[in-house]
């Protein structure tokens, strides 16, 4: 399984590390909703097909990025700089 | 009575092995049933056979998508153990030993549980200290578990690296003699067998398509072969819990869909008698009794629904063998192969009425379902067949996570990772 990164080309998936589904959103840090932080600290979509994920660039550029991948294939359709898909995501929230 | 017998085999040979009785039926699935099981595993069709055997409920379907024995049940490395720290795993894991133990006769099917021990490598003075309070965590429930030194490992497995300039040397391990390894086909085709005869429908080459529905109420399965009706339907479905629920309207849960890879290489002569697991890593390992050496490590380590896994965790757990076997470096592999596996938020399994009224769910394994195969069928069937937990299950519910109350052996908080 190749990682095209952005800076540095299609990689050894062994070069990143996981950090797992990036379509979590964390609520405030002062709130006190208790159903929301479980669903947020436990819960998971968990789809079988494309998933939006964090993966660090660990053993190159060490950039983080969030990866769109199917889970049956691991084909990736999109690979994006966490930082610019997370600015975009809140210029639209 | 015997089903299988040496005079049956000579029989069978001289007429070409046509006329065996067919272990279990092929029915066409029936319009409605009390009880509909969802999955075709270990515990799908465990759950069937003591839904039978104890509660005498034998209006019972169990729903595989392919052929049985395809899931999980059929590719796991067959360690079954209860060397566990926290009280409500002990307790649920040696009733499913005791319930090995016996198994064979019970189902009148040769299973082959063999216990041969299981031995954790610790190579560390901490981790030293962690398995030997967890070796007297499962004495003091009642359990087995002895600390060995390392001229005790000598004895006992001599191929182990024990040079004191090992890149993990080894302090000495935690043996639990009871634990061992059994036939892993054997356990699917024993409870199917035994279920069958009970009069349960097996139906294979069935899939599960959808949830029928009055109101908020389960009433039934939607699948390639028809709509199959149920009273109460269960669902055992390893790797695909979050498919199946996201059919009947749950999209979140707390469970994360992971591959995990097992090998096998080809046969060589008796080099251990025993399950080892090594410290420095994560490796679990152990001789069939064709001679193969069986062996497994970590989860590839990213979400996957495909049944198969990536190189570098191969070279990882072949360097993790070299490290506490060097002897096996040259050794080839005969074959390779991965399954999809649920993994829970704390390590621990779900066992449970509900969450949605008329269902029931059985989830949440990790790498280590095969082990649970009998009390796991045990106790979901009985709370299939009352409405209420079993004292072994009564802890694993899914409500623990919203109340704070996780089974988390590790002590490590929230991952799909743990074992
Ligand atoms: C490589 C590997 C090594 C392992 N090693 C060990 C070990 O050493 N010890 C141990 O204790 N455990 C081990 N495990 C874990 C253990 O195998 C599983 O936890 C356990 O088998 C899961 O329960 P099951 O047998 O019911 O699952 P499965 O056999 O996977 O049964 C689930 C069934 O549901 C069916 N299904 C799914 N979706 C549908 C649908 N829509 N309609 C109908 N049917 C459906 C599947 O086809 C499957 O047959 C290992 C697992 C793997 C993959
Ligand atoms: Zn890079």
Redesign the interface.
């Known amino acids: ?1 190749l990682i095209p990164c952005p800076h540095c080309g299609p990689r ?3 070069e990143f590390s ?1 950090q ?2 990036a379509t979590r959103t964390c609520p405030e840090l002062t709130s006190t909703d ?2 929301a932080w ?2 947020y ?8 097909g494309p ?1 939006r ?1 964090y993966w660090q660039h660990s053993g190159g550029c060490r950039a983080h990025l969030i990866v769109t ?1 199917d ?4 084909e990736i359709h999109d690979v994006a700089f966490a930082r610019a898909a997370l600015n975009r995501a809140g210029e639209q929230a | 009575m015997v089903e299988y017998s040496a005079l049956a085999l000579l029989k069978n040979a001289f007429t070409g092995n046509r006329d065996w009785k067919q272990a279990w039926r092929k029915p066409e699935p029936k319009p409605a049933y009390d009880v509909v099981v969802i999955g075709g595993g270990g515990h799908g069709l465990a759950t069937a056979y003591y839904l039978a055997k104890e509660h005498g409920i034998t209006n019972v379907a169990v729903i595989e998508k392919g052929w049985l024995g395809s899931g999980n049940i059929g590719r796991n490395t067959t360690i079954v153990r209860s060397n566990y720290l926290l009280p409500d795993s002990i307790r649920f894991y040696d009733f499913s030993v005791r319930l090995w133990e016996n198994l064979s006769h019970e189902l009148n099917y040769n299973v082959m549980f063999s216990q041969r021990g299981v031995l954790n490598l610790a190579h560390s003075p901490g981790q030293a200290d962690e398995y030997i309070r967890r070796g007297n965590a499962m004495r003091h429930e009642g359990g087995d578990g002895v600390w060995l030194s390392r001229d005790e490992i000598a004895r006992k497995v001599p191929g182990v690296d024990l040079s004191p300039n090992a890149r993990f040397p080894v302090v000495g391990g935690l043996l639990q003699p009871r634990a061992g390894t059994a036939r892993h086909d054997a356990v699917a085709w024993g409870y199917a067998r035994a279920a069958d005869r009970h009069g349960v429908d097996i139906v294979e080459n069935c899939e599960v398509t959808g949830f029928l529905r009055e109101g908020d109420i389960i009433t039934g399965v939607t699948t390639t072969r028809g709509e199959i009706r149920a009273k109460k339907i269960a669902l055992a479905v390893a790797g ?1 819990t ?2 199946l629920l ?1 059919m009947a309207g749950i ?7 992971h591959v995990l890879q097992a090998f096998v290489s080809e046969s060589i002569k008796p080099l251990v008698n025993c399950v080892v697991t090594f410290g420095g890593g994560h490796l679990y390992m152990s001789q069939s009794d064709k001679g193969g050496l069986v062996f497994g490590g970590d989860l590839d ?6 049944q198969r896994g ?1 190189l ?1 965790l191969v070279e990882e757990v072949m360097s993790e063998m070299t490290a506490m076997f060097p002897a096996v470096a040259r050794l080839r592999l005969l074959r390779s192969w991965g399954g999809v596996m649920d993994m829970s ?1 704390d390590g621990s399994p779900i066992i449970t009425k509900g969450p949605l009224p008329g269902m029931y769910l059985n989830s949440g394994w990790c790498y280590g379902g095969f082990k649970a195969t009998p009390a796991s069928g045990f106790s979901f069937a009985w709370t299939i067949a009352k409405g209420e937990p079993h004292k072994t299950n009564a802890p694993f519910t899914l409500s623990r ?2 109340r704070g109350n996780v089974i988390d052996e590790k002590g490590q908080g ?1 991952t ?1 990772k743990l074992h």
């Open positions: 399984m050894e998936v062994s996981y797992g589904d208790v159903k479980y669903d600290v436990y819960n998971r979509p968990n789809p079988a998933h994920e991948r889970t049956r294939t691991h | 695909n979050s498919r996201q999209d979140r849960f707390p469970i994360e869909s380590g990213y979400n996957s629904y495909a990536n570098p938020m996570f919203e929230p799909p």
